[in-house]
């Protein structure tokens, strides 16, 4: 479970990237959070996973305030990055095994080659991650998210780049995450995957969360993109 109370975020004196929000992402849910550019879906995600500290409010992932309690509040998500740069001069496995020492991964060998199969990376694991194409890199570091199977997963944008059998399997395994009682929280700009996939989704348009329902919700009156259009654009004639 994630909860967001309250929270905002300023980088300039007077102008909020994030301003008040709050939201509970429930376990057993998987949870699209859309908005258009700089709307502040990645100041958000990277505030949830402390990579940012908020100016105000609360944010709490399974009861660890991610302030008070960062390295408990850290253990308990797999955390996707919107730019998969990272450690460009290490082998996958490299990476790989790194990340299952840092979370102290038991059986690792077998759910490092179980996620690997399930992305089709195996040929890429003795390879430097520099030599990745965007979307090579974009399975590595997701493998190397749920890898510690953690309970929350924190996705931000995580089907950008990646080929449609990776995206089917990505799909699924949000599915089967969520039917665990996990909580999976992601953002995109594809609207028909979170219309197909979420259980709720919220809409964040100039750092305001402008919209929070389920998809049962938003089709009582209109299409998710009817919708999210209207609201977007609605807001931006204000």
């Not at 102290?104 to 990745?132: A, P």
Request: with cysteine; aromatic share 8%.
């Amino acid at each position: 479970m994630i909860s967001i109370k309250n929270v905002s975020k300023s980088y300039v004196k007077g102008k909020k990237a994030v301003d008040g929000l709050d939201l509970e992402i429930k376990n057993g849910e998987i949870f699209g959070f859309l908005g258009p550019n700089g709307a502040g879906k990645s100041t958000t995600i990277k505030m949830i996973t402390g990579i940012l500290e908020p100016t105000e409010g609360e944010i709490k992932i399974d009861d660890y305030d991610i302030k008070k309690d960062p390295e408990l509040a850290k253990q308990e998500y797999g955390y996707v990055p919107d730019n998969p740069e990272i450690f460009p001069k290490l082998k996958g496995i490299e990476y790989l095994n790194f990340l299952a020492d840092i979370y102290k991964v038991e059986n690792r060998e077998e759910k490092i080659m179980n996620l690997v199969k399930r992305f089709g990376l195996s040929e890429y694991l003795n390879s430097q991650m520099d030599t990745y194409s965007h979307g090579t890199k974009q399975k590595i570091i997701l493998v190397g998210a749920l890898l510690h199977d953690p309970k929350n997963w924190i996705l931000d944008e995580p089907m950008t780049g990646l080929d449609p059998k990776a995206a089917h399997e990505l799909k699924e395994l949000m599915i089967e995450h969520a039917k665990k009682g996990n909580t999976v929280f992601f953002s995109t700009h594809v609207l028909e995957v979170a219309e197909k996939l979420c259980d709720r989704v919220g809409i964040i348009n100039n750092g305001k969360l402008i919209f929070v329902g389920s998809y049962e919700e938003v089709a009582k009156n209109e299409s998710l993109e009817d919708l999210f259009l209207e609201l977007t654009e609605k807001k931006e004639e204000e």
